[in-house]
């Protein structure tokens, strides 16, 4: 692997967990200690992150974690739309269970008026604002603290579904390949991902259409239990097409601008009705 490859991917782990241990990296990328402390260097040298002892963490992260504000904010747009589309999918008196991220937090801020909700979550964020309403009953997980996505995860946070039972799974995920399935930066979540889906009877994936062919460190190769796709009207209809040829209906999160449809044919969320 060359350097900047290296580097580029250092910092995706970065984002995703916070903080990084120089001895995990050079295992992980098996290279020497000192090779990692010279990306490290040049990765804060960039303004990206702050070495410490032992390691580095990502520059944004005291604050944010301060405020409860999440690190990965970009297409916010996007994010808000499916958001609301997916909480189209919530039922009353429903069993769900919302993964951490922007993408979930968007959709969990249309529910807060849903009565009767049953709500299982890594997100501390998610837990504390849905929260608020009474008549919705939060369960959380326990775990490891995953300081950029606010949420808990690893095995501890996994084995919370053992015997658990969801209606509906609305699941995120840093990218979605037909090849790999569904990809993370980094290997802690992955056992948590598998639990919530392995626990539901109909699994929602929430991604804008930026994260398709997207490939991250890590990968778990579940699409065939995936059963809708919420996205945007950027997907191309070659992918729309490869993804329901698996089995994953497409819904697609229209713009409020009707002039950013075009091209959409007889796509859209209207091909399946909300509940």
Same mark, same amino acid.
């Given at each position: %692997?060359?350097a900047? +490859?290296?580097?580029?991917k250092?910092l995706?782990?970065i984002? +995703?967990?916070?903080?990084?241990?120089v001895?995990?990296?050079?295992?992980?990328?098996r =290279?020497s200690?000192?090779?990692?402390?010279?990306?490290?260097y040049?990765?804060e040298?960039?303004?990206a992150? =702050?070495r410490?002892?032992?390691?580095?963490?990502?520059?944004?992260?005291?604050?944010? =974690?301060?405020?409860l *504000?999440?690190? &990965?904010? !970009?297409? %916010? +747009?996007l994010?808000?739309? @499916?958001?609301?589309?997916?909480?189209?999918?919530?039922?009353?008196? /429903?069993?769900i269970?919302?993964?951490?991220?922007?993408?979930?937090?968007?959709?969990?801020?249309? @529910? @807060? &008026?849903?009565?009767g909700?049953? =709500?299982?979550?890594?997100?501390?964020?998610?837990?504390l604002?849905?929260g608020?309403e009474?008549?919705? !009953?939060?369960?959380?997980?326990?775990?490891?603290f995953?300081?950029p996505?606010?949420s808990?995860t690893?095995e501890?946070?996994?084995?919370f579904?053992?015997? %658990? &039972?969801?209606?509906?799974?609305?699941?995120?995920?840093?990218?979605? *390949?037909l090849?790999e399935?569904?990809?993370?930066p980094?290997i802690?979540?992955?056992p948590?991902?598998?639990?919530?889906i +392995?626990s539901? #009877?109909?699994?929602?994936?929430?991604?804008?259409?930026?994260k398709i &062919?997207?490939?991250?460190?890590?990968?778990?190769?579940?699409?065939?239990?995936? #059963?809708?796709?919420i996205?945007d009207?950027?997907?191309?209809e070659?992918?729309?097409? !490869?993804f329901?040829?698996?089995?994953?209906?497409?819904?697609i999160?229209?713009s409020?601008?009707? *002039?950013?449809? /075009?091209?959409?044919?007889?796509?859209?969320g209207?091909?399946?009705p /909300?509940?």
């Amino acid at each position: %692997m060359l350097a900047e +490859e290296r580097r580029r991917k250092i910092l995706e782990l970065i984002r +995703e967990n916070g903080s990084v241990k120089v001895s995990e990296l050079g295992k992980l990328f098996r =290279v020497s200690e000192p090779t990692i402390r010279q990306d490290l260097y040049k990765l804060e040298k960039s303004g990206a992150v =702050v070495r410490c002892h032992g390691g580095a963490y990502l520059k944004t992260l005291p604050e944010s =974690v301060q405020t409860l *504000s999440l690190e &990965h904010k !970009e297409n %916010m +747009e996007l994010k808000a739309r @499916i958001g609301r589309k997916a909480a189209e999918f919530v039922e009353p008196n /429903s069993t769900i269970i919302l993964d951490s991220g922007t993408t979930v937090t968007e959709l969990a801020k249309n @529910i @807060i &008026h849903i009565q009767g909700l049953r =709500v299982i979550t890594n997100a501390l964020n998610i837990a504390l604002l849905l929260g608020v309403e009474p008549t919705i !009953e939060i369960h959380m997980t326990g775990g490891e603290f995953k300081r950029p996505t606010l949420s808990l995860t690893g095995e501890k946070a996994a084995s919370f579904f053992d015997n %658990m &039972h969801a209606d509906r799974l609305f699941l995120a995920a840093a990218g979605v *390949s037909l090849r790999e399935g569904l990809t993370y930066p980094g290997i802690s979540d992955l056992p948590v991902k598998r639990a919530m889906i +392995e626990s539901s #009877d109909e699994v929602f994936l929430l991604v804008d259409s930026t994260k398709i &062919h997207k490939h991250a460190f890590a990968a778990i190769n579940v699409l065939d239990q995936i #059963d809708y796709l919420i996205t945007d009207e950027g997907i191309s209809e070659k992918d729309r097409s !490869e993804f329901e040829k698996l089995g994953i209906k497409v819904i697609i999160a229209e713009s409020d601008d009707p *002039s950013s449809r /075009s091209g959409m044919g007889s796509g859209g969320g209207s091909l399946f009705p /909300s509940t």
